[in-house]
């Protein structure tokens, strides 16, 4: 299983930016699709972004396109979420997680789980 640590949380007025990181361990880091979901108070985790082993192909859910960059260096093992335009909406705890076998996009099996990083958007 591949080992995940999210940073970079924090407390944000409304319309600011963060950046979340996303630290992988293992030797086949680009073979694996990753994505951050993210999870409200009483409610379910949701995906928020995606991105193929290569980089080259995104996915983001309706609530954040345009605002939300999702990008990876395979060469450090990092991938990230660029947050911009926040809302209070956005508060939730995010989770960087990571396919287990597949480097595409479409019918993901996420099984590896990062700890998760609190993002809080104040009004």
């Known amino acids: 299983q591949v080992q995940l640590v999210e940073s970079g949380g924090g407390l944000v007025q409304a319309g600011g930016s963060l950046r979340l990181s996303c630290t992988s361990s293992?030797?086949?880091?680009?073979?694996?699709?990753m994505g951050w979901f993210r999870q409200a108070p009483g409610e379910e985790r949701v995906v928020v972004a995606a991105?193929?082993?290569?980089?080259?192909?995104?996915f983001y859910t309706e609530a954040v396109k345009g605002r939300f960059t999702i990008s990876r260096d395979n060469a450090k093992n990092m991938v990230y979420l660029q947050m911009s335009d926040l809302k209070p909406e956005d508060t939730a705890v995010y989770f960087c997680?990571?396919?287990?076998?597949?480097?595409?996009?479409?019918?993901?099996?996420?099984?590896?789980w990062g700890q998760g990083t609190q993002v809080t958007v104040s009004s």
């Open positions: 991105i193929d082993g290569s980089g080259e192909n995104t």
């Open positions: 997680t990571a396919d287990r076998w597949k480097s595409d996009l479409g019918a993901n099996q996420f099984t590896s």
């Open positions: 293992g030797p086949t880091f680009s073979a694996h699709t």
